[in-house]
């Protein structure tokens, strides 16, 4: 094996490290960038590059940004008095997708766990405190998901948070979703925040 064909063969065995990618799809996906090299490969290492060298949470709320204070976190538009607390950055940006929530985030990093041996202070449950005491904020909600841990860490920030009104996400039926395809509980949950029309 050449040294070509080894850093090649490197590039699929990490690329198929990633969520979502095997080796199968590592190796289709790496012949399509060498194929396309200027087109994609070369803008992509660049990319890369930057992004390695600049990426950092925000030391406000947790968000992946390129600066100190993420730009939701320094927008004055932003600034309504919502903060959303959410499990992970990848829950902050679904959220950002919808262009619903026009307040603030909270990223926990994590949700408790007794079996993991994750508390409070090894979340940023200490910081979303401090948070909203030197802030204005009107409204914490809990976009955490309807799991048992989940579930465990919006009941305990809900009871650090007296005088805030706390709120969390509907849960229930999907839109667009068939009541065969669903499980039990989201059935349960969809029956106990039903509304009128």
Partial sequence: MTQGTKDIEALIDLLSR???LGP???RRAVLHLIKKR?????PLAEALTRV?????????CGNIGTTDICDICTSDKRANGQICVVEDVADLW?????????????????????????GPDELRIPRLIDRIAGENV???ILALGATIDGQTTAHYIADQLPGVTVTSLAQGVPVGGELDYLDDGT????LKARRSL
């Fill in 187 to 190: 059935i349960t949950a969809a």
């Fill in 24 to 26: 199968r799809s590592a």
């Fill in 38 to 42: 200027s087109l994609h490969l070369i």
């Fill in 94 to 118: 679904a959220m950002e997708r919808s262009q619903q929530f026009k307040g603030r985030y909270h990223v926990l990093g994590g949700t408790l766990s007794a079996l993991d041996a994750v």
């Fill in 52 to 60: 390695g060298a600049t990426a950092r949470e925000c030391l406000n």
């Fill in 18 to 20: 990633l969520p979502g």
């Fill in 138 to 140: 009107s409204e914490v």
